[in-house]
């Protein structure tokens, strides 16, 4: 049974540093793996997707990374903002699964 | 990347009662899904939704509690039934693209007493 699983489950930095979130996963049959964010209250806003066959997507101030023969992605966010504040959420599709998610809070 | 609308966007409901839950999308799309978030926990898949079939049910969703709707190719009910405080969830839904990437409504907030 897959499991997904997102480490640590809350970080508090200050403004400005670069941070890393990251996902692992039990089974690396996977089509793809996407980053999310998720304000309080609202739904989920697509980061990036890396499918199966990728190593990292880039937008932006943030790079995905996925090593599927470890089973670990990472979100790297550079120059952290206050606006980055937020739950990341990681998910896996072949069988949609969501990690538990990572409670980011930006200090200004 | 699709765009999706959800109504009602919160309600607050007595037991007993049940709540139709609509997502509509701006484009055609083939795989439907619909996810129980609750309070301060992920998202859980309830059940997948395709035009023309019934809808397929994870593990711990029944089609008594959760019956689901989808009569065209970008349009979904979900109907939450015989309500309970436990029921108290936000309810998105959401739909594949071609790489099986997924975008996401607003979600539901359902409030429970």
């Known amino acids: 049974k897959q499991e997904v699983t997102q480490i640590p489950a809350a970080l508090s930095v200050p403004e400005g540093e670069n941070l890393v979130l990251n996902c692992s996963f039990t089974?690396?049959?996977?089509?793809?793996l996407q980053w999310f964010r998720q304000d309080p209250g609202k739904g989920l806003t697509s980061l990036l997707l890396?499918?199966?066959?990728?190593r990292e997507q880039t937008s932006g101030r943030l790079n995905a990374s996925l090593d599927k023969s470890s089973g670990r992605s990472t979100l790297y966010i550079a120059a952290s903002q206050p606006g980055d504040s937020a739950t990341y959420l990681c998910?896996?599709?072949?069988?949609?699964?969501f990690g538990s998610g990572t409670r980011l809070s930006i200090r200004p | 990347s699709a765009v999706i609308s959800q109504k009602p966007s919160r309600d607050i409901c007595q037991r007993g009662t049940s709540l139709t839950i609509q997502c509509q999308v701006d484009?055609?799309?083939?795989?439907m899904f619909w996810y129980r978030q609750q309070p301060g926990q992920s998202l859980t898949l309830i059940a997948t939704?395709?035009?023309?079939?019934?809808?397929?049910?994870e593990s711990g969703f029944v089609i008594d509690k959760f019956p689901i709707s989808r009569p065209n190719l970008t349009f979904s009910t979900l109907t939450v039934s015989n309500m309970s405080p436990e029921d108290s969830s936000i309810y998105l839904c959401?739909?594949?693209?071609?790489?099986?990437?997924?975008?996401f409504g607003p979600g539901t907030r359902l409030t429970v007493t």
């Open positions: 959401s739909v594949a693209g071609t790489l099986y990437e997924q975008y």
């Open positions: 998910a896996l599709t072949s069988k949609i699964i």
């Open positions: 939704a395709n035009q023309g079939s019934e809808a397929t049910y």
């Open positions: 484009s055609q799309v083939t795989m």
């Open positions: 890396i499918q199966s066959s990728q």
């Open positions: 089974d690396s049959a996977i089509y793809n």
